[in-house]
């Protein structure tokens, strides 16, 4: 039998497979040598078969770890609408942002409703060795005050960092913050006034709307296109019609769709932004936690250090509780560093030496690119979930990286209603109306996926499925 009629005859019975859910979503297939083995078939042959798989979306390679099959087509979320492209800037009017500490501040919850990997995916154990080897060695420089701009060597390790994947940053020009969140507030505060215009994706994180609205600002919303990100042509055309300062945006795996933007429109809309002298506030948190393929490009990468201050912590790769991040000044440095100097003096010191020491000791790559795997494989078991618990016509962006899932319910199902419901059960979530200005999105939810796949998320999820049919109608 020719090659040829080898490998679609192979594709064709592991495709009725998976159709007939005898291969189930998220399932490893065996490797390329097994198949090639037990088929009696060439490698080459069972590489065919798996790529006219993967053509046809069936299956998917998941770097050094193999190939999987999907979870079933989902629709994705329709498209926000055009009506999301503000016409006029507004200051930040969405009353339920004061809710969102009252969920933040519960403990007994299961936490679908926090963007923070499970304890059991970081490297806690090996973090505490290092704190208390800190301890011991110099408790009078780790119990001290630092320098305002943080420690030189942790500042070191942030632009080697970046420098893997293609971009030059000199340490000086990164200030070390209490989070990515502050190195967001204070550039906010650096760079703009009371009353000045900033560019905001819509939907996304409601941490960012609260920033803004603390600095008195008004905002105009983009669209952030469920898996293909942003639009340049969109910004561009917001810069063209209003006097912008600034654009607060999540490029990388955007909070709450996972979706990455294009390089093509990340280039894009740096230019866009530097000839209309619009300052560019990347939030690039999620840079690191790409389900596949590299390390997508931060917007630093597009520019000289003139337009771009690029935020990043290590909350979602390490330890949220460490408080560290940072901000990545460019010509804005020296202005950034006096904000963060006369806010907090300096981010505690104990943990910065702490991550100095940990990554010392330890391949921080490997946990890396196991925390990948986990939440991309995470992210797949609750889609799945959500398409055999939930309503009919539930829809669930796929998301590209990060740990977040956008849902748009059935029209008739209130997010708030569905929120408060699933709350009354001990189940967290987040309400769509969260994630924009005006509080668009009354019929969506956002869901973390940071907690592994286990029999207490697949009963909450089952849960807020069953409590959201009884909502319909
Ligand atoms: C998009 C985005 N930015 C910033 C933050 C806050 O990060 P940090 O813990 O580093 O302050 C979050 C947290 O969920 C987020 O999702």
């Known amino acids: 039998m020719s090659q040829d009629l080898l490998y679609e005859r192979l594709a064709d019975r592991m495709r009725r497979q998976i159709q007939r859910g005898v ?3 998220g399932e490893r297939l065996p490797s ?4 090639g083995r037990d088929q009696r078939i060439s490698l080459a042959t069972a590489v065919e078969a798996y790529q006219q798989l993967e053509r046809e979306g069936l299956i998917e390679a998941r770097p050094r770890s193999g190939y ?21 800037p507004m200051p930040v009017r969405n009353p339920a942002l004061l809710g969102v500490l009252d969920v933040q501040s519960r403990r007994d919850l299961v936490p679908l409703h926090a963007a923070t990997p499970a304890a059991a995916l970081l490297p806690s154990a090996a973090l505490a060795a290092s704190i208390t080897r800190v301890m011991r060695r110099d408790p009078g420089t780790a119990l ?9 060597e942790l500042r070191e390790r942030i632009a080697q960092r970046y420098g893997q994947c293609g971009v030059e940053i000199d340490p000086d020009e990164i200030v070390i913050t209490a989070g990515a969140m502050e190195a967001i507030s204070l550039t906010l505060r650096t760079v703009t006034r009371p009353g000045d215009i900033v560019i905001l994706e819509t939907p996304t994180y409601h941490g960012l709307l609260q920033a803004v609205a603390a600095q008195g600002l008004r905002v105009l919303e983009v669209p952030n296109r469920p898996g293909l990100g942003i639009d340049a042509a969109q910004v561009g055309e917001l810069l063209e019609r209003h006097a912008v300062r600034a654009a607060l945006l999540v490029p990388n795996f955007n909070n709450p769709l996972g979706s990455l933007t294009s390089d093509a429109d990340k280039r894009a ?9 619009t300052v560019v506030i990347e939030d690039d948190l999620y840079g690191e936690l790409a389900y596949s393929g590299e390390r997508p490009s931060p917007l630093r990468r597009y520019d000289d250090g003139e ?10 790769m390490l330890a949220p509780g460490l408080r560290v991040g940072w901000m990545i000044g460019g010509r804005r440095t020296t202005e950034l560093l006096r904000t963060k100097s006369f806010s907090t003096v300096a981010t505690a010191t104990l943990p910065q030496m702490a991550l100095i020491e940990h990554f010392a000791r330890h391949d ?22 959500l398409l055999d618990h939930w309503p009919d016509g539930t829809c669930v962006a796929e998301p590209a990286g990060g740990m977040t899932l956008w849902i748009e319910l059935p029209d008739d199902i209130d997010g708030q209603a569905l929120f408060e419901a699933a709350l009354e059960r001990g189940i967290g979530t987040l309400p769509g109306h969260l994630f924009s200005n005006r509080g668009d999105y009354s019929h969506h939810m956002r869901l973390s996926c940071g907690q592994p796949w286990d029999r207490k998320i697949e009963t909450a999820l089952r849960t807020v499925g069953e409590l959201a049919k009884g909502l319909q109608g």
């Open 23 to 25: 291969l189930r979503a």
């Open 32 to 35: 390329l040598r097994r198949l």
């Open 68 to 88: 999987y099959v999907r979870s079933a087509p989902m629709q994705a979320p329709r498209s926000p609408r055009a009506r999301h492209l503000s016409r006029a």
């Open 144 to 152: 001290g005050y630092t320098v305002p701009q943080g420690l030189p």
């Open 269 to 277: 809309l740096v230019a866009a932004c530097a000839a209309h002298g």
């Open 307 to 316: 337009h771009v201050v690029t935020c990043g912590s290590y909350s979602k």
């Open 364 to 385: 921080v790559e490997r946990g890396l690119r196991r925390l990948r795997r986990a939440l991309a494989d995470n992210a797949q078991a609750y889609r799945q979930a």
